[in-house]
């Protein structure tokens, strides 16, 4: 089913979801959760609303994920600021309850495959005012006069982005935005944190695995947010924001007591940390790293830190929303030697 | 009423809150929030809690806060680490519903009194691993040991803190957390933003007036976190924290569009800012005073830019929290001239 | 001498200065640093250039020095742009070579007055493009177009600032640099760092005492950039910058090993931190406060740390140079108790 | 001579140092620097200091450097804390003086390739008491306790990098600190800026060119800090660091005005930011970016903007040093085409 996009799954047995998820690496039934089943779609990401479906681990659900601006860009003529008012921006899917999950358990979210929906798939970039990497914000507040608004809208398909006459680049989607549910608080659709939300990390791309920690019961799976493409930090604010068919495969694990998210894919397994500044992201992903190598993987911390002084790799994720991220990894050739 | 540790009222009368309030400097009724009819506290603030008290403009409240602790610590052998988890700190009270208030007003909270409270008054101070200014955190994330948890018991009474056997601290009380509702979001009580939250500003004292951004319908004011005393930027995490009796009055000003939170004193008018890295917070504490000079007083925006820059005064309140509170004021005898 | 601007010089007995300072608080000779005799003035602060002068500990100097801009700016509508080049900015006196001095010691250098200079005191405060907080710099690095260049040329006395029409200021001078020259490295006259640097502290003014750790021999004392007023964090980039006749006195303290400057006066000690974020330089601050009560006042390092939450003072330096400047204090009358 | 480590040379005679330069393109002398002609190394980055050589564009230069520590850690059981004393850290070669170099000039320096040096050539990484990224700092400055002190010495050839039993690394060298001079300052080498300095960024490798602006007469080239591996951020504050025979060519590109350093390998061109906090650099790098792409390819800025936000790449530096070091780059494919 993901011949299109994601990578070979053979790796997918050797995976810390299939070694030790409740469904042990067994597919289970497939979802679908539509806009129709999904009806209104959540701009904050908390304990405070209605699942729209119950699953079990190993569930299949196929997503119809919106585009981070809701669909109201329509037209390269459109005005953002018009049309977009904050809080009401990344609209989700969810939330998903997953049967037996409870704190301190951690939901495994493997991306199947996601494809571009809609009979003439549209990208969409903009650029917003104050909204940004190379502009004053309303955290970065400064005087200067905000830049110009920018809409760009361009044809898509499973391979290609058409975005100029110029350049057309390739159709590398990733989910910019996975969550579980925090304890009490609910965090707006374009903060990420500890829950995950909006880390809009290129990593999390058909043939990864994230790793969630679960904080209430039944996880609440939120998810949304597709990018076609994105670059390193996102950095005029938005990436190729497109409605997607995206597919998922959800498994629990137990008693597994992480703090913030984690990926694998076939070649790297990588912590992420999001916080300002940015160092303060980098170290959290990289202090996770050195925990988690020398919880699982038998090394000592000293040994994991200084070898990752040697042969780290870091992701910036984004750096335009609220908190930034950043998440730092090692390769599985390496890691895992014994 | 206000005789022990507020400054004289006489300002009052030209107070923002008094000139453009509903009530116009009226003192309604005055209720009792006491810990029976509180209840539950809360340690996240948001919409989705039910109100304890519905009240009108112009009233006045008389608040029974908890210490920052929820009492929890009661003894200088008791380990914080133990007795605490988040984000299960910082009980709030209220949320208290303002007839009238919508979307666009303002809600001011003059805070008229704070006294100790209980038959033998007695604040709390403590050290609490990865928590304050001067270690790793769980942001700021480091491999280093924690620092040693500490606590400090003290008597207290309405004039001064016997911290030590060496040095007597005067009584110098003020709000830690003091917000309204966000829209959709819920936010834990230890963290501040545009809604207000943990600003734990110095300032926000008895004689002080608070105004809030409203969001939600009646607002919900929570207030708590009273501390005895508290240096600039709370730098080991926790100031002296100690159960009160605070007497506010609200009042509500309509259609006054502001982002974050202001506050005035009879010398004084500030802005506030909460982000991080710091100096984010000092820019949004800076920007909003100039914009609050040139919207208000008649300045022109780059006049009141540069003579900030020869007369602003910048109060740090905490930089402990997940975010950083930062103050940007300025003398009410210049900016009132004309 | 100091009647006009400095405070009661009663306390400077009790000082650290006096007490430890080789000296003994006895003045020796007074020389005259005028424009002359100083020649060219330095842009960069560090170990390669000629002594203006040498002088003994405990000698008075008369330094007659110079506007940030060098004089270039003389009317409103000159364009900062175009006559200002980076790092030709922020001329210093010096360095003047002080006998005795070698590494490990400490300068002190009391600011017994400041007076305006010239015949027409004048104060020039101006807007120069991405130089300031509330705007995009070469470190904050935007796409935004910069501020307006904005030029205000006022007149100054001994007791106002005559700013505008509708706004007179006092006259509260202090110098914004203060430097002994870095081991190897030579610093250009705008940043700040634990040689002292362009710190823009209000609080080193007529009346205070910086202690500079030295680092060659000679220690080589650099000092410039005074200010007839400054708010905390010299928002718009400058303050009022005019040429000074400014007194000090010199003193040495044998091997007192600090890291970062120190600065006290009649009422607080304040040690002195300049890095970015702002963080790191409030850190810093408090930091070297805590460690200075522990070993000279004789706190627990934790009983330090904890007051200060209860009691500390911090004042925001610059916040618009390559390294922001902050210091964190205490007040004598509670750290000087037993 | 590069068929070891370098990649390929033909795409070289498309760089735009082979296009641009001087020498364009033509190898002129081959000059050896060995330790006995270098004499004395260098720890400050500046105009003071005596040229070793001078050479032509075009030339080439041997290069021997010597490790980050200067070869005084010998063994596992050294103390970093006892042997090392800031400054005098990270011995730089040169300064090389390049005939015709001046003020708005560019220096290309071309990596030809890096062998391991001395007869058992031997790497040396060390975790040191406040550096590092997981620790606390001079400018992080906390009060716990340090990270323990850890010296890991191992056997490098040119292939691999025998790190320890477990685990054997590539060799994939490249040259943390490249500079020219500052125009008046002189910085000291552990820290990145303008001039380059220590930027530790992986890209760095035999097989790219880097474009530093020259400040200086003769441009002054200083080179050194060879590492056989790094990852991205150097976390633990060292590498892999060894005594190197680095081969350079050294070309000039005048009149070509850029503000920060610059690199370009076979598949991308990118831009070098060094500032705190890292979103800064992250910031510098990409405005760069941007306007390399709108000055020499042909892009509106916006353009450049949005696209870069679907396929920029971010490669972290050094996030351990006195300023962090971000890489933003695009791929040649994507920005040569017309």
């Known amino acids: 089913m993901s011949d299109s996009n994601g990578p070979s799954e053979r790796w997918l047995d050797g995976s810390i979801m299939a070694r030790q998820g409740v469904a042990g690496g067994r597919v289970g039934q497939t979802y679908r959760l539509t806009e129709a089943v999904q009806g209104d779609y959540h701009y904050t990401i908390g304990p405070y609303s209605e699942p729209v479906m119950e699953i079990d681990p190993g569930d299949r659900v196929v997503v119809d994920t919106r585009d981070a601006f809701d669909g109201k860009i329509q037209s390269e003529s459109d005005s953002p600021s018009e049309l977009l008012r904050m809080p009401f921006l990344n609209p989700q899917n969810g939330p998903i309850s997953v049967r037996g999950a409870e704190w301190g358990d951690v939901l495994a979210v493997y991306i199947e495959e996601m494809r571009t929906r809609g009979e003439e798939p549209t990208g969409t970039c903009c650029m917003i005012p104050e909204f940004g990497a190379l502009t004053g914000t309303e955290h970065t507040a400064i005087l200067n006069d905000p830049l110009p608004e920018r809409v760009r809208r361009m044809r898509l398909d499973d391979e290609y982005i058409y975005w100029s006459e110029r350049n057309v680049l390739r159709y590398r989607p990733h989910i910019g935005t996975l969550s579980v549910s925090p304890e009490i608080d609910s965090i707006n ?73 984690r990926l694998e894919n076939e070649e790297m397994i ?64 390496i890691v895992e030697t014994h």
């Open 270 to 333: 990588m912590a992420i940390g999001s916080a300002r500044p940015l160092e303060d992201a980098t170290r959290i992903a990289y202090r996770e790293l050195v925990r988690w190598m020398a919880a699982d993987y038998g090394y000592d911390q000293w040994d994991a830190y200084m070898m990752l002084s040697q042969c780290g790799r870091v992701r910036l994720g984004n750096f335009v929303d609220p908190k930034y991220t950043v998440g730092a990894g090692a390769l599985k050739k």
């Open 189 to 261: 659709a374009l903060t990420p944190d500890q829950h995950g939300g909006n880390m809009d990390l290129p990593d999390m791309a058909p043939g990864s695995i994230t790793y969630l920690p679960v904080r209430v019961p039944g996880a609440r799976l939120f998810i949304g947010d597709a990018h076609a493409s994105q670059g390193d930090g996102e950095v005029c604010g938005t990436a190729v924001e497109y409605p997607s068919t995206t597919t998922i495969r959800v498994d629990l694990i137990k008693s597994w007591h992480i703090t913030w998210p």
